[in-house]
């Protein structure tokens, strides 16, 4: 019986993938509390000129060609007392438009395997032709067999982006972003939130590179923790910066758990900052009459600790 064909773009090049212009899927409802009432977004009658202005940017984003480039520049070998492995620096670059930020994240070849597992259970058909580089029994730490795995990987991770279900995937995002969004959020619960803040701005840059420009409510948990940890470090003003930067998100797609606490926290930042805040007190009190009852009031720290316990 013939294999299906995996439908594939043509791009000339392993680690240049032209990305489509669809959403991510995982960005729901069901993950996000959004209500179906907004998921295409709202009409321009319901927005203000700053988020107008932020709605029509972001739709001329999308129409801009944009092409992810993966690059594993370097690895290196760590022993531990009982284990020795290898770790591969991951860099994402994304073309078509001035790319000035190096992000790049560690991954172990074992996290590759897990992604791989995740990703057959899911789309094992369309993944036929998509060999993850074998597991070797020795040699491992071969300087000359680093060198072939980093370029074995960097063109695995190409081939990945450019089946159209994969690179949509949440277990294609979580890869880059989810072991840094763990820690990151233990050590904010431990009140270690310089540290924090350099691996959520890790997180964020990841995500706007892989799609948070088409698919924003995916930025809106990490912003906030940013917030929160901006804000307990004395920094008021980069707090509210990133505070206004989740709000029309949290407006525009009903991301009702955030509304409340996040405009509570807008509103006393506002005071700190001597910012007018009398429209953000109107609509904090409408929010909360209108949750009157219905759920608890948490704080928007309450909210974020909860976040990958």
């Given at each position: 019986m013939a294999k299906r064909a995996v439908p594939q773009e043509n791009t000339g090049i392993?680690?240049?993938?032209?990305?489509s212009n669809d959403p991510y899927p995982e960005a729901t409802a069901e993950s996000l509390d959004l209500e179906d009432s907004h998921q295409q977004g709202p009409s321009s009658s319901c927005m203000t000129t700053k988020e107008l202005q932020q709605h029509w940017g972001a739709a001329k984003h999308r129409l801009k060609p944009v092409k992810l480039l993966f690059e594993i520049p370097s690895a290196r070998t760590i022993a531990q007392h009982l284990s020795k492995y290898v770790v591969y620096q991951i860099v994402l670059i994304r073309s078509g438009s001035y790319d000035s930020k190096r992000v790049s994240v560690e991954r172990r070849y074992s996290d590759f395997v897990h992604l791989h597992q995740q990703l057959l259970e899911d789309f094992s058909e369309e993944l036929e032709e998509v060999i993850l580089p074998r597991k070797l029994l020795t040699g491992n730490f071969n300087p000359e067999t680093i060198?072939?795995?980093?370029?074995?990987l960097r063109d695995y991770l190409a081939q990945l982006y450019?089946?159209?279900?994969?690179r949509h995937s949440r277990h294609f995002l979580d890869f880059f972003t989810e072991p840094e969004q763990r820690r990151a959020h233990?050590?904010?619960?431990a009140g270690q939130f310089g540290p924090a803040v350099a691996l959520l701005e890790t997180v964020l840059e990841f995500q706007e590179k892989m799609g948070g420009w088409q698919s924003p409510v995916l930025l809106v948990p990490t912003l906030c923790a940013l917030t929160v940890c901006q804000r307990d470090l004395e920094e008021p003003e980069s707090a509210f910066t990133m505070g206004q930067r989740a709000l029309p998100t949290v407006r525009r797609y009903g991301l009702k758990r955030y509304r409340g606490p996040l405009l509570e926290m807008m509103v006393d930042l506002g005071y700190q900052l001597g910012r007018p805040v009398a429209q953000l007190q109107e609509e904090l009190v409408q929010v909360r009459d209108a949750e009157r009852g219905l759920v608890s009031f948490r704080s928007l720290k309450e909210l974020v600790v909860q976040e990958f316990t």
């Open positions: 392993n680690t240049g993938i032209q990305q060198w072939e795995r980093r370029l074995a450019a089946v159209r279900c994969v233990r050590l904010l619960r």
